[in-house]
């Protein structure tokens, strides 16, 4: 364990991106979650939304209301540390604000089907030429930057596609029941995250080119990246890895315990581990097994004979009493945590993973922000989500220098529209929950609705 200590407290001047000023026309999961990066470590992120629309996330559930108002929770956390601007990209005066903003800035995100900015008269070619500099990323469900088009370059893809095409669900959920979709929306936010890298790489280039250039993240690649190794397993073995086959697909297995399941590998015991845990288990034959291969202990013919044992000696054991012996026997291993057990956990309170953002209505939302610890950085307490447009008189007149009257004369000097409820059907059910003297009513995701 290391000793160096991290206490630095940086003023938000002085956060890396700092002075790097983003357009985020970007809507849902991907595009929002790689712009949260940005903003978490001071980039001047400008969230740029449709007027009297904006992003569809504004209307997923749960909800946090107050009185008339309300606010969606899963907006709120995805778009928090940036400033809110309403245009209308399909307008001459929009367009004309926008093809200015774009003018002074330096990275631009969507994740708009591709071709939308084309038709929209704002695509790259269009915009390099007022902006040689910029830096353009552009989140697509199967890619199109030439020559890498391929046969699905023009289909619409979001979370729970691209986990099914890209591998990643035949090798998740029961070895004998369906494909397995991960609780959440990994098939945007690994997409997020490469966009982000991706962006800060473009950022480095243009640091030593001059040039900004076009950025093409596929949802489609970026999850089947997570795949590699099963993909180099079947070029080796000509044999897919499914979830079928467990623990020769990870090396890792679930377990029931008297009060729920554990995770464990097998990756790495040596002789001495797994001789200790066969004797605690009265199992010691099982070492000389035929079929159990120390050298291997996670190929499909350990799995069958193995599995039984080690479930029957865990009937009788708590899943924190579990973990404890297998990790001082050298094994590794968790217990499946709910969500319920995440929000409350020690270690995530002591490594400060958990932010508070303000909701807009006097209350907070409590989620998880940046994981990364840096020892001569801390990051400011977040900003809450803009509401729609909330910051449209503002950016245009501090960056763009249009004044009052030309405002006027654009139809951009209106307040911002508040946080109304929105047309989605009222739920069955409410929790009622309450945030530093707040009343809210969280409601349920209606069903259906896609992120």
């Known amino acids: 364990m290391s000793s160096i200590t991290g206490t630095n407290q940086v003023k938000g001047s002085d956060l890396p991106l700092t002075g790097t000023r983003v357009i985020d026309l970007t809507h ?10 940005l903003a978490d470590f001071g980039a001047d992120v400008i969230k740029v939304e449709q007027p009297g629309r904006g992003d569809r996330a504004r209307t997923v559930a749960p909800f946090i209301e107050r009185g008339e108002a309300r606010v969606s929770g899963f907006f709120a956390t995805m778009n928090r540390n940036r400033r809110g601007v309403a245009l209308d990209l399909k307008s001459a005066p929009g367009k004309e604000v926008f093809r200015k903003l774009v003018g002074v800035s330096d990275v631009l995100i969507e994740n708009f089907s591709a071709g939308t900015m084309d038709r929209l008269g704002l695509g790259y070619e269009v915009l ?23 046969p699905w370059s023009s289909r619409q893809a979001n979370n729970a596609p691209v986990q099914a095409m890209s591998g990643f669900m035949d090798q998740s959920g029961d070895p004998d029941g369906p494909p397995g979709l991960t609780g ?5 936010t690994i997409p997020g995250l490469w966009a982000a890298l991706a962006t800060l790489l473009a950022l480095e280039c243009r640091r030593k080119t001059g040039l900004g250039q076009f950025l093409d993240v596929a949802l489609y690649d970026s999850m089947a990246s997570m795949c590699f190794n099963a993909i180099a397993d079947y070029h080796i073995t000509g044999t897919a890895p499914h979830r079928g086959l467990p623990w020769a697909v990870t090396f890792t297995t679930r377990l029931k315990c008297a009060d729920g399941y554990i995770a464990v590998s097998l990756w790495g015991i040596n002789r001495d581990g797994w001789q200790r845990l066969l004797h605690l288990i009265g199992r010691p034959e099982m070492l000389t097994h035929p079929e159990f291969d120390l050298a291997h202990p996670g190929c499909p013919r350990c799995y069958t004979i193995m599995k039984p044992p080690l479930e029957e000696w ?12 297998l990790l001082d026997l050298g094994f590794s291993a968790g217990p499946v945590y709910s969500v319920k057990e995440v929000y409350e956990s020690e270690q995530l ?22 994981p990364v610890k840096f020892s001569g950085l801390r990051l400011p307490s977040p900003r809450r989500a803009p509401f729609l447009g909330e910051h449209t008189a503002e950016v245009l007149t501090e960056v763009l220098g249009i004044t009052p009257a030309e405002l006027d004369r654009l139809g951009m000097s209106g307040d911002p529209s508040p946080p109304q409820p929105t047309d989605l059907p009222a739920p069955r059910t409410h929790t009622a929950t309450r945030r530093r003297g707040a009343q809210s009513r969280v409601r349920k995701r209606p069903g259906g609705l896609q992120r």
């Open 28 to 37: 849902i999961v991907a595009g929002p979650f790689c712009a949260a990066i």
């Open 128 to 150: 390099r030429q007022l902006n040689p500099r910029l830096v353009y990323v552009a989140i697509s469900g199967f890619g199109q930057l030439e020559p890498y088009i391929g």
């Open 184 to 188: 959440h929306s990994i098939g945007d």
């Open 314 to 325: 865990l009937a009788g054991v708590t899943r924190e009493d579990a973990v404890r012996i």
């Open 349 to 370: 309170r002591k490594r400060q993973a958990f932010i508070e953002i303000e909701d807009g209505l006097g209350g907070t939302i409590r989620t998880i922000g940046t």
